[in-house]
């Protein structure tokens, strides 16, 4: 049976996660109130994000920003998106 979870992104029930995204308290928290639909649309977007600004996962700068922009991607806030990007309809 699928986990649900009330996703923060969405504000509606959705299937959750399968295990946390990462270690600790954040990846718990994103666990419990993240779907699987918007956690692979934040990827995309992270990916987008480190392709187009070039950004090197060793800097802990770079790792702050994405951070940061996941933060207010999964929040709904306004966050930065890769230039030329027209998000598809729905």
């Known amino acids: 049976m699928t986990r649900m979870v009330k ?12 295990v946390p995204p990462y270690p ?3 990846g718990q928290g994103i666990y419990e ?12 977007l992270q990916t987008m994000l480190i392709n187009e600004k070039q950004l090197n996962m060793m800097d802990p700068d ?4 994405l951070q ?7 929040d709904n806030k306004t966050h930065d998106i890769a230039e030329g990007y027209v998000p598809p309809e729905e």
Do not use: I
């Not at 770079?62 to 920003?65: D, E």
């Open 68 to 74: 940061e922009e996941m933060d207010k991607f999964l």
């Open 62 to 65: 770079a790792r702050k920003y």
């Open 24 to 26: 600790g308290s954040k």
């Open 7 to 18: 996703c923060k992104k969405y504000n509606k029930e959705l299937p959750g996660l399968l």
């Open 33 to 44: 109130t993240v779907s699987q639909k918007a956690w692979q649309e934040w990827q995309s």
